[in-house]
Nanobody, 123 residues
């Protein structure tokens, strides 16, 4: 399953960016989508996921919004009030077929398809 990301870039602190991830091969239902990020020297961490509901890391809750357009098989990550510590490579991920309901959707190991990554730099 190919995941195509777009929307990264450079922004000043307090600014906004929206990332997009297109997954045209996914069936209309039966999958979980997530966004992860990895800063230099740090482990990849879950940022947000959408499955039965939306999930957020504590560091982005209230600032980031994950959403999806089922018809276009695209998931979005709207990032508001960005901070320098949000600087990282951001990855879109899909768990398809859908993981069991007890799966940790904020864990990278739950996902079996990954995008190429898009850089977000906040200064």
């Amino acid at each position: 399953v190919q995941l195509v990301e777009s929307g990264g870039g450079s922004v000043q602190a307090g600014g906004n960016l929206t990332l997009s991830c297109a997954a045209p091969a996914l069936t209309p239902s039966g999958y979980c989508m997530g966004w992860f990020r990895q800063a230099p020297g740090k482990e990849r961490e879950g940022v947000a996921a959408i499955f039965d509901r939306t999930y957020y890391a504590g560091s982005v809750k209230g600032r980031f919004i994950i959403s999806e357009d089922d018809s276009k098989k695209t998931v979005f990550l709207q990032m508001n009030n960005l901070r320098p510590e949000d600087t990282a490579e951001y990855y879109c991920a899909a768990a398809w077929p859908a993981p069991p309901y007890w799966a940790n959707v904020m864990a990278a190991g739950t996902y079996n398809h990954w995008g190429q990554g898009t850089q977000v730099t906040v200064s």
